[in-house]
């Protein structure tokens, strides 16, 4: 009876200390688990087209080169260590001084300056596209595009994904609301108006037009203003198309876009545009020929602050 006794004590000790053994375990599983779930957190993945690419939240050292999302980074209040110092838009001027490295221009990156900084992630786009396999063995490198055709919910979604990287959800929202109640404002004013818009592009002496779901049909599509020319072929350099054409048209009002300016060239779009054929437009006559920020509109737009600057703009089409 007392070695049956002394079995039974020896048999329950053992079946507590292997309960106690098994909630130590689950504890460790469950706190790993919990480990591993806050790292998740940090890092963010970014699916674009031209692959896959994981970096951690809020990264420190950032490359930019396209001045879109530099507009956005900097309404942030994100630090940047690098970007191309060739063509800086005004509204961005400071990233143009020495306490910013030069890394080439949009078109021709300096990769040796890029890789000295060892930076934490890049981003590019469009103009860079070509060379994404070279920044990518640099540094994580993420793809910014833009879809014209639905312009608005691209650039949110754009903004979204720059708020997750850099943790700056609040701010984002706080900008969106201004951005948001700006554009509804103008659409409103622009949609009540019975004029008809020609976005044109002149280059060297050579113009081409835009229309609605072009790279910039958003000042129909967004903005509200009506089309002269609903069936303007969609190309990222539009349409090209004569003078005859545009007095054809008789807009009535014309926004023009220098892409010699933008580019650092020669200032020479009024002397292209105001010949002796569009003075007899509409848009002429009424004084509504409109020439926007050269720079902001072909290298700075889709930013934060860059949209914003580019509604007040159009907005003297309806003064």
Same mark, same amino acid.
């Given at each position: 009876?007392?070695?049956?006794?002394?079995?039974?004590?020896?048999?329950?000790?053992?079946?507590?200390?292997?309960?106690?053994?098994?909630?130590?375990?689950?504890?460790?599983?469950?706190?790993?688990?919990?480990?591993? %779930?806050?790292?998740? /957190?940090? $890092?963010?993945?970014? #699916?674009?087209? =031209?692959?896959? +690419?994981?970096?951690? !939240?809020? &990264?420190?050292?950032?490359?930019?080169?396209?001045?879109?999302?530099?507009?956005?980074?900097?309404?942030?209040?994100?630090?940047?260590?690098?970007?191309?110092?060739? %063509?800086?838009?005004? /509204?961005? $001027?400071?990233?143009? #001084?020495?306490? =910013?490295?030069? +890394?080439?221009?949009? !078109?021709? &990156?300096?990769?040796?300056?890029?890789?000295?900084?060892?930076?934490?992630?890049?981003?590019?786009?469009?103009?860079?596209?070509?060379?994404?396999?070279?920044?990518?063995?640099?540094?994580?490198?993420?793809?910014?595009?833009?879809?014209?055709?639905?312009?608005?919910?691209?650039?949110? !979604?754009?903004?979204?994904?720059?708020?997750?990287?850099?943790?700056?959800?609040?701010?984002?929202?706080?900008?969106?609301?201004?951005?948001?109640?700006?554009?509804?404002?103008?659409?409103?004013?622009?949609?009540?108006?019975?004029?008809?818009?020609?976005?044109?592009?002149?280059?060297?002496?050579?113009?081409?037009?835009?229309?609605?779901?072009?790279?910039?049909?958003?000042?129909?599509?967004?903005?509200?203003?009506?089309?002269?020319?609903?069936?303007?072929?969609?190309?990222?350099?539009?349409?090209?198309?004569?003078?005859?054409?545009?007095?054809?048209?008789?807009?009535?009002?014309?926004?023009?876009?220098?892409?010699?300016?933008?580019?650092?060239?020669?200032?020479?779009?009024?002397?292209?545009?105001?010949?002796?054929?569009?003075?007899?437009?509409?848009?002429?006559?009424?004084?509504?020929?409109?020439?926007?920020?050269?720079?902001?509109?072909?290298?700075?737009?889709?930013?934060?602050?860059?949209?914003?600057?580019?509604?007040?703009?159009?907005?003297?089409?309806?003064?």
């Amino acid at each position: 009876m007392k070695k049956l006794g002394l079995f039974s004590i020896i048999v329950t000790m053992l079946f507590l200390l292997a309960a106690c053994g098994g909630k130590e375990e689950a504890s460790t599983t469950a706190s790993t688990e919990g480990e591993k %779930t806050e790292e998740e /957190s940090k $890092e963010v993945t970014i #699916s674009h087209q =031209y692959g896959e +690419v994981t970096l951690e !939240k809020s &990264p420190k050292k950032v490359v930019v080169f396209d001045f879109g999302v530099l507009d956005t980074l900097d309404a942030f209040g994100v630090d940047i260590v690098g970007v191309p110092q060739a %063509t800086v838009p005004k /509204s961005l $001027e400071k990233y143009a #001084s020495s306490d =910013y490295t030069n +890394v080439g221009s949009l !078109k021709e &990156p300096d990769f040796e300056a890029i890789h000295h900084l060892e930076p934490d992630v890049i981003f590019i786009s469009g103009r860079q596209a070509e060379l994404y396999d070279q920044f990518a063995e640099i540094a994580p490198t993420v793809f910014i595009d833009v879809d014209y055709a639905n312009y608005m919910s691209s650039l949110e !979604k754009n903004f979204e994904l720059l708020a997750e990287i850099f943790e700056k959800e609040d701010v984002l929202d706080s900008k969106m609301e201004e951005l948001t109640a700006s554009i509804d404002e103008l659409n409103k004013e622009a949609t009540a108006s019975e004029s008809k818009a020609l976005i044109l592009l002149a280059n060297e002496g050579k113009v081409s037009a835009y229309g609605p779901g072009s790279r910039y049909g958003f000042v129909h599509d967004a903005f509200g203003f009506k089309a002269v020319d609903e069936n303007l072929e969609v190309s990222q350099h539009g349409q090209s198309i004569t003078f005859e054409y545009i007095l054809e048209k008789n807009p009535d009002v014309i926004f023009v876009i220098d892409r010699s300016a933008a580019v650092g060239g020669e200032v020479g779009a009024k002397e292209t545009i105001e010949n002796e054929l569009v003075k007899k437009t509409n848009a002429y006559k009424n004084g509504k020929i409109i020439y926007l920020d050269a720079v902001n509109w072909y290298i700075a737009g889709n930013g934060v602050e860059s949209t914003k600057s580019m509604v007040e703009e159009v907005k003297a089409a309806l003064n």
